[in-house]
């Protein structure tokens, strides 16, 4: 079952443009995970954040934590064309396993 | 380092028909999962092995099964293929436990007809 829920499912935007990716889930989680997926190929994965953290940087990318409202938020700045792609959130439950579950994913367009 | 390696990349089967995917890890990752994705119903979990065990699975029938190789490769299983199976199959790898990143491999695409 899922467990992670983005939003928007689909976001359009331009070239050096801000892009805001939103996630909402439901149960206590270990850490949340944010990935990347080119046209039905592997994932690539982002960023980690464990769930005592509330905010991390990589890059041009930026994700918060927020476990009193179930949320999380990617930031990607100054957008290019290649970040045209899916991303998934993705929840990790459990300490001693790796039962991770995915959100529907954003579909994020970014025009030249 | 290398990558997380699946074989096949593509696949057709019919109807009936077993199938066997492979998957093999970063070299050092014990901890192997494995996903199916389809527009439908998303990416959802099948099964995780670490050292040779199973230690967690999802919500599918027993017609999906794995196993996992002592050098941490795994193998997992379809029996009576449906035409529902046809999905983009995803194995990642990680060092362990959930506290650490999920490499992901770039999947073996199974089409049943």
């Known amino acids: 079952s899922q467990q992670g829920e983005e939003d928007p499912q689909a976001l359009s935007i331009q070239e050096g443009e801000n892009a805001t990716m939103n996630c909402s889930y439901k149960?206590?989680?270990?850490?949340l995970q944010w990935y990347r997926q080119n046209s039905g190929r592997g994932l690539v994965h982002l960023i980690l954040?464990?769930?005592?953290?509330r905010e991390k940087h990589s890059g041009r990318l930026r994700v918060t934590l927020d476990t009193s409202k179930k949320s999380s938020s990617l930031l990607i700045t100054a957008s290019r064309a290649a970040d045209t792609a899916s991303y998934f959130c993705?929840?990790?439950?459990?300490?001693?396993?790796?039962?991770?579950?995915f959100g529907a994913g954003t579909r994020l367009t970014v025009k030249p | 380092k290398a990558g997380v390696t699946q074989t096949p990349r593509y696949l057709i089967k019919t109807r009936g028909q077993q199938v066997t995917l492979s998957c093999s890890p970063i070299?050092?990752?014990?901890?192997v999962s494995w996903y199916q994705q389809t527009p439908g119903q998303g990416l959802q979990f099948l099964f995780e092995?670490?050292?040779?065990?199973?230690?967690n699975k999802g919500n599918f029938p027993g017609r999906f099964s794995g196993r996992q190789f002592s050098n941490s490769r795994s193998e997992m299983n379809v029996s009576t293929l449906e035409l529902g199976d046809s999905a983009l199959y995803l194995c990642?790898?990680?060092?362990?436990?959930?506290?650490?990143?999920?490499?992901f491999g770039p999947g073996t695409r199974l089409t049943v007809t």
């Open positions: 990642a790898s990680s060092l362990g436990t959930a506290t650490y990143e999920q490499y």
């Open positions: 149960t206590s989680i270990n850490n």
């Open positions: 954040i464990r769930s005592n953290e």
């Open positions: 993705a929840t990790g439950l459990g300490y001693n396993n790796n039962d991770m579950r």
């Open positions: 070299s050092g990752h014990r901890s």
């Open positions: 092995y670490f050292s040779e065990t199973q230690r």
